[in-house]
């Protein structure tokens, strides 16, 4: 039986899978390393850390380090963070009208894991161990329990290899170290009750 040409040219709508739909919102949350500075800073920020450190080398591409001592993220619930639109900022309409964490959309983590290397190490207080899980490329690799600190570190490395034409139209270093460092001097000033720590291929660039 032969399939007529209308029939073979339609044109099927169906969802997208999950890794794919989180690449694509990754084009609009995640366009420079600063982005992802920006995003996890702001995390830590509204996890109640009073201490942030922030490490960046060769730019941002090489390597984003953020160390926070804030709430942490339990071992049940560490993967289901890095699912699409899930966050603990808000639960329903009437939380908008209160709102007063930097981010709520839980569009960043996963976004970020799409087109990264990404290891993550958190300790909630309660806990007697810390969690670490390993995504590449939106796909977890490992999850087991580690030694930690109560808070949570978040490495970033490899960022857009799996999208080269990101990666391509990135500015030089010196540039791109540019826009990491307003936003950390940003946040920095915007957060005073919060101890920054900001450094530049191991070397620190201001501790406030």
């Known amino acids: ?7 073979s040219q339609k044109r099927w709508i169906r969802p997208l899978p999950e890794r794919l739909i989180n690449k694509i919102a990754a ?14 800073v702001e995390n830590s920020i509204d996890s109640g850390a009073t201490r942030i450190e922030i490490h960046a080398e060769k730019a ?24 699409r639109h899930a966050t603990s900022k808000i639960t329903d309409f009437q ?27 958190s300790r909630t207080t309660d806990s007697l161990a810390g969690t670490e899980l390993i995504i590449e ?6 999850k087991r329990p580690i030694a930690a600190a109560p808070g949570t570190t ?18 030089t270093e010196p540039t791109e170290n540019r826009h990491i460092s307003r936003i950390a001097t940003s946040l ?9 720590t900001y450094c530049v291929n191991g070397k620190t660039v201001f501790f406030v």
């Open 137 to 142: 490329g939106g796909v977890v690799q490992s």
């Open 1 to 7: 039986m032969t399939t007529s040409k209308t029939e």
């Open 60 to 83: 941002g591409t090489g390597l984003i380090k953020i160390t926070d001592d804030g709430c942490g993220i339990s071992e049940e619930q560490i993967e289901i963070a890095f699912s």
């Open 27 to 40: 084009g609009v949350v995640v366009e420079r390393p600063a982005s992802v500075v920006k995003e996890l």
């Open 188 to 196: 920095a000033l915007g957060n005073p009750a919060v101890a920054f």
């Open 154 to 171: 978040i490495e970033i490395s490899q960022l857009f290899f799996n999208t080269p034409a990101r990666r391509k139209f990135l500015k």
């Open 95 to 121: 939380d908008f009208d209160s709102l007063q964490s930097y981010g709520f959309r839980g569009e960043a983590l996963p976004s970020i894991a799409s087109v990264s290397h990404l290891r993550m190490v």
